[in-house]
């Protein structure tokens, strides 16, 4: 089978209250750190509302957004891949 195209993303934070979300990504797009979304999902039951930049293309492009995040205040985003 083809090898499917895996998109590279920077979560910023992931929150149980959607306010807290929505002002995390407010704040990301004011820095213009790149695209930002907030996406909802279920862990363990509960409703968690993800906050997500990119994506970028690879390995380079993941470490400069990192840094625009250190720069805009967030010290802990990891790397999700969708």
Do not use: C, K
Not at 11 to 30: I, V
Not at 35 to 57: M, N, Q
Request: no cysteine; net charge negative; charged share 30%.
């Amino acid at each position: 089978p083809p090898a499917t195209e895996q998109h590279f993303f920077a979560q910023a934070g992931a929150f149980a209250d959607e306010g807290n979300a929505q002002r995390l990504a407010e704040r990301l797009r004011d820095a213009r750190v790149g695209d930002v979304a907030i996406s909802e999902t279920r862990v363990d039951g509960r409703r968690l509302f993800r906050v997500r930049v990119g994506p970028v293309a690879g390995v380079s492009e993941f470490d400069a957004l990192i840094e625009r995040l250190l720069q805009a205040g967030v010290e802990s985003a990891r790397l999700a891949l969708d």
